[in-house]
């Protein structure tokens, strides 16, 4: 099937996962930008900064780091070197990750990447890739919308029928 | 005492309870709200949306549900088949629950039934039911503020004297 | 009548306002309180902070302020000095406020100020002052709400009557 | 054509529109909805609301309705009432808004009403009816997003075919 | 005085911009970067998204444009086509912005840019320039915070003295 | 060393730490304000609001603690009196804390405390306090950035060289 990418992953539940979090309340947006640049760089699963309202009236942002146990010492350090931050705090959680397929859906726009989420077996999800699509809408002078549209007709015709 | 609704619920601690959340960047607003419908629909404790700061300068919003344990595999299915998810996390919670009874207060504006928080015995919250008081404002053409304080000024005298 | 205080306004619209506001992506959740409480002290009539989502992934916080147009130098200087700003923008409006008087309630926890708010003539609002609330709260060792609620009713009662 | 919808609106600007604005940091959850309810139900354009950082540490909502200039003394009695404002603010908007036209499509799952988007002559908007998606989707047992899906990529093929 | 760019601007007010704002809820967060991304291609001086609550549960975001008013136009045009928005709503307003001035620090990392912001003849603000900061970090495997500390340090010192 | 304040720290883990969290739809800012001051004179090591979306369209706030284990049932009492919770929730955490030393910076402003963090061994953050600087730039008359800044940098200086 070659439609179909290498890239393969089997619906599964992993329990060795941390989410790391700290409250900061004297870091720039920069540096907000640049930190999550780098935790993404070292590995993290996901980072995300979420505004919150703390002592003292001051407007703030915590930032969640969701990280494999096995790279926690690594993020912990870019979290302690980057950011405002003098401590942080972490619980285990577990993921629960659908199955991954791709297809290959040939748009009037040109081949755009629609990636499939696989739950118990069945294609439920029909996700095609931003940056292909945002390559086709500007190569085409088309909306985002007209190209990311077909593609997901295209995968889910191909799937359901 | 006939002014007690039967349902009625002892202080309590429960320690099989789950949280579930997860990050959207590619649901609509639509979306979000019919999600929330049907995970209440399908027995979640509690649902939740936090506007928060993904990747790549997208806006998105986390979703989280508090939910038992034995619910849990149901609502994460409808979390994989309505949103764009390919991928949720959770962790176990505690739930530290007041003692509830309801009284039926007799307003000027009609009935309006107030539920009692006990707290170690003690009741300590009184908390007017919005959909009566929304009923009697709207029948009567007062503000809902009306109401609501009159409501609770009975319950609060009828257990504090 | 002894129980209003001297302090007294009738319901107007002021069309000599403006509205000063700025993105601010490199300011710290200190300066922020710290510029806020400058801007009150110099006479702004209120001082708000959004958060915002800007360019290159950057949480950021809007400052907003209201303020009589014969007051907007002094503020901008503020603004300009205290934040990270290079740039502002400001646009008029109108403000359209409520008559205003004070009755004292004399509660079970001390006399507590009660803002009413006068609309074409009617008493609509009444809202106990925060300060006064929390010092019988803290004296008498009670909830806030306690005290905030007999005295609202106390001024409801006297007006409505 | 009786596939369209009686209502029809040509493309316009409109410059007798109005945005009131009041900030609110005493007001509960359920009278915030409770009044956007009330402002929609007086004829209200749009209302929303905003999380924002007031003075004194608090926490608190700004309430934004945009209206037609005639229905602004009644909605700000509206707001008077049924909030904890003792002022509000309000400034001129112009609105420029799209052609609208209605098409009805025939999916496997029922007749969904789609709004069309015109500019310039040209439809570039294909938006279904939410509520008759979420009843199809109810009614087959499908998610939401197969019944937008299939309404939006049949009303674009109609169009720009 | 080789020191500065070439780039200069006096302090001056702009009475000729436009701040055009519309209520997106059924955009995912890639379409909102991806038309933040358009409308600074397309010339906007700012663009940036608010979290706001609109009705029947939604969670949603305003897009917020300012501009000059002879680029509204094509950016209303980009709005329309890449979002889901049937109508948007504009006011003017006006911009009050610091006079600019750039010097280059030597920093033991390397150069860095800093904007100095002149305020009626005062050099008042000292803001390295994030990129150069952001390479000579990466380049020297130091904090971000340690280069445009330094930066900041050696141009303040240069007008101060 | 007598630049050093006798309060010190080690990095270290605690094990013993707990978030204790509430959604909250019916308290108003001021009481979110005061329940805030509660529990940290009460001994909370942190608290936090965020602006969540609940159902049936209510703005509300999220209330999170972090709190050592012992002190759990003395934040919760004042949980249950202070706001509108008839229920809550909590999961354990662990903290990562870095060391702490205590520098005073002789600055052109007067002395000013500087709070450094040490991470396995090494003195990475330097953190002027915000109450020493918001006195020097109130009695000097200067903007707050500028006595924060050059406490830092006299830090910096003194540790790094």
Do not use: W
């Not at 990447?113 to 996700?127: D, N, R």
């Not at 088309?142 to 190209?147: A, F, G, R």
């Amino acid at each position: 099937m070659s439609e179909f990418r290498t890239r393969h992953a089997r619906e599964h539940i992993d329990n060795e996962m941390v989410i790391i979090e700290v409250n900061l309340d004297d870091c720039s947006g920069e540096t907000l930008s640049y930190t999550m640049d780098r935790l993404f760089a070292a590995g993290a699963n996901d980072v995300y900064y979420t505004s919150i309202y703390m002592k003292k009236n001051r407007p703030a942002y915590k930032l969640s780091v969701l990280s494999d146990k096995k790279k926690q010492p690594l993020l912990e350090e870019i979290i302690f070197r980057e950011t405002s931050s003098f401590g942080l705090r972490y619980y285990p959680v577990s993921c629960h990750r659908l199955g991954r397929e791709f297809y290959q859906a040939e748009t009037a726009y040109g081949e755009v990447s629609v990636k499939i989420g696989i739950y118990q077996g069945e294609p439920i999800k029909f996700s095609p890739e931003f940056e292909d699509c945002r390559k086709a809408a500007e190569k085409h002078n088309v909306s985002l919308q007209n190209v990311y549209d077909e593609a997901k007709s295209m995968a889910t015709m191909h799937y359901k029928s």
